[in-house]
């Protein structure tokens, strides 16, 4: 904790070492959480600069009540929706018809490496793929989701049921591959 505290005053004083170490020590992992959001490493690239910029140009507004890591995980997350907000990326169809949406998709990840369940993730439509990663991977409820993204709870919940879907089917095609070529 003391070394993250002098880490902090130095970037606030503009030492270029002790930025550097700040964006060395951070990147790598939120980068992976760009990786999610993204449809390919250059938007990742794209969004974890952004986000980097943020967290430099914001963090005399750390307050350490809670970890420096979480602080910036929720930078980086912010930018990735605001990326797509912006470009207006994101898919809209509002299935308000849809309020009971209770359906269970089971999805086994057994067989996949992390790599690939990363690519899969990514071949997500950008509107899918900001939900699974809200909803399933950061543990936003669909409530805040609709409040972040503007759209309705039950878009929410219907996107997020077509991204389940969409992966099931992902899975499914590449275990049939598999099996056929393991006979």
């Not at 964006?23 to 992976?32: D, L, Q, R």
């Not at 490493?41 to 943020?54: N, P, W």
């Not at 999805?107 to 939900?131: C, E, F, H, T």
Request: net charge positive.
């Amino acid at each position: 904790m003391k070394n993250e505290t002098l880490l902090i005053k130095g970037c606030l004083e503009g030492n270029a070492k002790m930025q550097r170490r700040l964006y060395n020590t951070y990147a790598p992992k939120m980068y992976g959480i760009c990786l999610r959001y993204a449809q390919n490493q250059d938007e990742a690239s794209d969004i974890l600069q952004e986000g980097f910029i943020k967290v430099f140009t914001k963090l005399q507004d750390f307050r350490n009540e809670g970890s420096l890591e979480g602080w910036i995980k929720k930078i980086m997350i912010n930018t990735a929706i605001n990326f797509y907000i912006k470009e207006k990326r994101y898919l809209t169809t509002n299935l308000e018809t849809d309020e009971g949406i209770s359906e269970q998709v089971q999805i086994s990840y057994d067989n996949l490496q992390l790599k690939d369940l990363l690519k899969l993730v990514q071949g997500l439509p950008a509107g899918y793929r900001a939900i699974f990663n809200l909803y399933e991977i950061e543990g936003y409820t669909h409530k805040e989701i609709s409040e972040i993204l503007g759209i309705s709870i039950n878009t929410s919940k219907t996107q997020l049921m077509h991204a389940r879907r969409f992966l099931q089917k992902q899975i499914l095609s590449i275990e049939k591959q598999t099996n056929s070529i393991k006979r």
